[in-house]
């Protein structure tokens, strides 16, 4: 395909209207070893003016255009985690897995040409990928009194994929209370 105008979606529109909901799974099944799930959504949708030309799926979207963008993606994480320090109130692990991640963008626009007389016309270009990643992460939790606990990860990797470039961090600090074995209450 052809590259067209590379695309800072956050500095382009921001984050404009937001949408994210995330869901963490883990099994602890031995006691240095865990499975862990996540599924993450996040939609977001805004429109700005453009300060240059942009191509994007054949069509150009002239300078001083209202353009509005739309961007969903989803990931789905399954990784295996060994604590490699395990103490009575605190441990530390590392994790290995993999990412689905599955990304949709949208630029939609009225374009208005004048070329003998003036023609408006609705435009609309959409672009989509699939792509398993790899996934390393580390991960601290410490155990206080009153059965709460917190609980500190990262990971971050940066992917190229065809005319896609980007990052893809995931941070979380986690406050839980874990009044019963089976079921805990969080914020983070």
């Known amino acids: 395909g052809e590259a067209g105008t590379p695309i800072d979606w956050n500095r382009t529109f921001g984050e404009g209207s937001l949408t994210r909901i995330r869901l963490d799974a883990q099994w602890r099944f031995a006691e240095r070893h865990k499975l862990r799930a996540l599924w993450f959504d996040s939609d977001r949708s805004d429109s700005t003016t453009t300060d240059r030309d942009i191509e994007w799926g054949g069509e150009t979207f002239p300078v001083n255009t209202k353009v509005k963008g739309d961007l969903q993606y989803q990931i789905y994480e399954l990784s ?109």
């Open 80 to 188: 295996y985690e060994y604590a490699f320090l395990r103490r009575e109130t605190y441990e530390l692990s590392a994790s290995i897995g993999a990412y689905w991640v599955s990304m949709d963008s949208r630029l939609s626009a009225t374009l208005t040409i004048e070329e003998g007389g003036t023609v408006t016309r609705d435009v609309r270009r959409d672009g989509s990928f699939d792509v398993p990643l790899p996934v390393l992460g580390l991960r601290g939790q410490w155990v206080f009194p009153y059965d709460l606990s917190l609980d500190v990860s990262g990971q971050y990797f940066t992917a190229s994929i065809d005319e896609y470039d980007g990052d893809l961090q995931n941070y979380r600090a986690t406050v839980t209370w874990q009044p019963h074995k089976w079921i805990g209450l969080g914020l983070g």
